[in-house]
Structure formats: C-alpha cells, structure tokens
Antibody, heavy 122, light 110 residues
C-alpha cells in the first residue's frame, strides 16, 4: 500500500519561507515522477510542481515559478517543496502525489498524501 | 480562472445517469489524455478515470469517460448517494508544460 505523508505546514507571515516534505514508502520511490498539488480553502485543485524520477527535470505552474523549488532525495524516499516569498494566495492544503507510470511524466496522479495545511497570514 | 472549464454543479436522483463536461483547448484536452478525480468531503482526491476512459482497479464500471476534440465528459450511471462529491478533470498542457485542472463540479444526489 503506497504511503505518502506530508509534513512541514503551518502559519507563516507573508514574504517568509517554508519547506514541505513528503515521506514516501511501500513503493520504489526513485522510479516515479512526483508532484505537488494544492487546494485553497473551499476552492479547486491546482497543480503546483512536478519532478522527474532522477530529479533532473522540474516543472512549475506559472503562479509559483521563481518562488517555489521542488526537489527530492531518493536516498531518503522524500519529496520536498521549498516555498519562498510566500503570499496570502499561497494559503492552501498541499498534497504530494505520485505520477502513475514509472519514469514518465504523464500527469496522472494515482496516489495522494493526506495533505499539509499552509496558512500565510500576518 | 481554471484552464479547463467545468460546470460548478450537477445533480441527479438515485439510479439516474449524469454527465459532467470538461472543456479545454488544442494544447491540453485536444492533444493529451484526460483524467478525472473524485474528492469526498474532507479527503484527498482519488483517481477515478485515467487516460480518458480507463478505470483504476476498484472503481465501479458505473463511471466512464470519453473525449471528443477539445472536450471530455464523465458519465455516472446508476447514481448512488455515495457518489455525492466534487469531481475534477485534468490534462497535461503542452504550452504551459504542466498539468491543468478544471474548476471542479459539485455533484449532489437528490
């Protein structure tokens, strides 16, 4: 049973930084593309970023490009999202998700974590 | 403003068939597969339909997907009360080089 557990969320002031982690288990983490998807309170889903299985290729939504950085440590089975220059509109539950096909970026999110809440407020 | 367009709400009575539409452009739905997710209140989304019309293991065959041109549809037949949820479509966008979602459709079972 694939397990994805996000952590690192909390309340942060505008302009500050926060790093989310996603601990993966029960599957071969290093072979799968991974993504972050967020959902603002009462709103829909928004894809944030994706990273290839080897970490060499990264993809970002325009809304976070230049402020957020996705990364992974395959030796620790962990995905990260470094969020800088945070804004109120970044407040959301952040989910990590696996892409369905090993080593391919297809954008099919077949397993999700439970989410980590980030609130950007002064 | 979502890149893919879905109706904000849909409804039906138990046993009925309902469809939810998802409209995009040539750079997303027109050239890539469409996926559908179901999100029950307070839970993470769940993959419902992948690759336009494939059901992951465990998804009832009451759920089906289709695509024509730059639009896609999710059909739910034999509607049940437990189908009451939010439904989202998504696709890869070749211009944005990322995944785009619809704004979501809240399905109410009357």
């Amino acid at each position: 049973q694939v397990q994805l557990v996000e952590s690192g969320g909390g309340v942060v002031q505008p302009g500050r930084s926060l790093r989310l982690s996603c601990a993966a288990s029960q599957f071969t983490f290093r072979t799968y593309v991974m993504h972050w998807v967020r959902q603002a309170p009462g709103k829909g889903l928004e894809w944030v970023a994706g990273i290839s299985n080897d970490g060499n290729k990264k993809y970002y939504a325009d809304s976070v490009r230049g402020r957020f950085t996705i990364s992974r440590d395959n030796s620790k089975n962990t995905l990260y999202l470094q969020m800088n220059s945070l804004r109120a509109e970044d407040s959301a539950v952040y989910f990590c998700a696996t892409d369905s096909t090993p080593m391919l970026v297809v954008g099919i999110f077949d397993h999700w974590g439970q989410g980590s809440l980030v609130t950007v407020s002064s | 403003q979502s890149v893919l367009t879905q109706p904000p709400s849909a409804s039906g009575t138990p046993g009925q068939r309902v469809t939810i539409s998802c409209s995009g452009t040539t750079s997303n739905i027109g050239s890539n597969i469409v996926n559908w997710y179901q999100q029950l209140p307070g839970t993470a989304p769940k993959l419902l339909i992948s690759s336009t019309n494939q059901r992951p293991s465990g998804v009832p065959d009451r759920f089906s997907g289709s695509k024509f041109g730059t639009s896609a549809s999710l059909a739910i037949s034999g509607l049940q009360s437990e189908d009451e949820a939010d439904y989202y479509c998504s696709a890869w966008d070749d211009i944005l080089d990322g995944v785009v979602f619809g704004g979501g459709t809240k399905l109410t079972v009357l």
